[in-house]
């Protein structure tokens, strides 16, 4: 795992911001070792308008964490690989298309990228777009990933992120970029014909919605002050949000099942199994042990955060297969460009 550790000293906790981004090319969250050395263009493009950076992996190699930020106006050209792939957004309005469904997205929007899924992403706000990203193992233990917490009711409480909306379908005459048509015999071209072969190898999978709204998902009360809702499940990961009332000892129950939690909003100290105690700010990843439950002390309320859970025992050899860009990209405009210094979280 990279990055600076805070609270006790042998506390697994990082803070985003104290990990500086990474040019694509160096990046850790994909396999782009292949990607980088063949399409110097497409990078040298990508390195002026997106910052990322993995800000949390497993021991075990199944999960991997990490922050992006997307220039406005960019694009993010289609592309694929074969780990199942999840984004959350934080901030900032995006196009997003999923294998060829294209959705208008803000805060609160989660996007599911089943293995081998081609996707893209186009920032249509004024200010760059922010979400967080995860990859895992699929095809793991679903049983023990199984919700066994409280039923979900129907709980009135504030938006979980300010101007939080829903996503929807687009055409592509609205699109902000149409999609690149590969020239023959170029770099994308090949890339294409590599990735359609390790796609037609790959399983068939049930399918499942490529957009999730968290509005559209009731809030459950877990514990006195600590409310959950999942607006997805993949069989193999859930993505919820946490909303932690101000106070003291406010506990989020165990599960069979090993995740992570990424705080969006407040301070807080928190204790694990694993972590004794851990002081948080917006950006900090707090891993989470299979039965473990999280006390908050929370000083800065509410506590607003993201929460992974992944199944065991998934298939590590997605996580380390090639990486595949399928279209060609265009000249960003200079408002695009990202500082190298940009915070994720101000």
């Known amino acids: 795992m990279a990055g600076k550790q805070t609270g006790a000293a042998d506390s ?3 803070i985003g911001d104290e990990i500086p981004w990474a040019d694509l090319r160096h990046s ?16 040298k493009y990508m390195d002026l308008v997106v910052r990322n950076r993995s800000i949390y992996k497993s021991g075990n190699k199944a999960f991997t964490l990490g ?19 999840l984004y959350y ?6 196009e997003w298309t999923i294998d060829g469904e294209t959705h208008r997205a803000g805060p609160g929007t989660a996007m599911y990228h089943k293995p081998y899924a081609p996707h893209r992403v186009t920032t249509t706000s004024d200010v760059p777009a922010r979400y967080i990203w995860a990859q895992w193992a699929p095809k793991g233990d679903f049983d023990r ?8 009711t129907n709980i009135e409480l504030p938006p979980f992120q300010q101007g939080e909306r829903r996503s929807r379908l687009i055409q592509e005459k609205d699109w902000l970029f149409p999609i690149g048509t590969p020239e023959e015999g170029s770099v994308e071209a090949k890339f294409r014909s590599e990735y359609l072969k390790a796609r037609a190898k790959e399983p068939a999978v049930p399918c499942r919605p490529h957009f999730f709204d968290s509005v559209d998902y009731p809030w459950g009360e877990l514990s006195p002050d600590v409310y959950l809702r999942t607006p997805m499940n993949t069989g193999d990961l859930t993505l919820s949000e946490l909303r932690v009332e101000a106070g003291t000892d406010r506990i989020l129950p165990p599960l069979q099942s090993a995740g992570v939690l990424h705080v969006i909003a407040g301070r807080a100290e928190v204790r694990t ?5 851990a002081k948080t700010v917006p950006g900090t990843t707090i891993p989470v042990a299979a039965g473990d439950d999280v006390r908050f002390d929370v000083e800065e309320g509410p506590l607003l955060a993201v929460e992974f859970r992944y199944a065991p025992d998934g298939d590590t050899s997605y996580m380390a297969r090639d990486y595949y860009v399928i279209e060609p990209m265009p000249e960003p405009p200079k408002k695009a460009h990202v500082a190298r210094d940009l915070k994720f979280f101000e």
């Open 145 to 152: 990933l199984r919700d066994t917490r409280a039923t979900r």
């Open 89 to 94: 957004m934080i901030s900032g309005e995006v």
């Open 67 to 85: 922050q992006m930020l997307q220039g406005s106006g960019s694009l993010y050209p289609y592309h694929a690989h074969a780990s199942p792939e």
């Open 28 to 43: 850790t969250g994909y396999n782009w070792s292949k990607a980088a050395a063949e399409l110097t263009t497409v990078v």
């Open 12 to 14: 697994p906790v990082v």
């Open 273 to 277: 199994g694993s972590v004794a105690v």
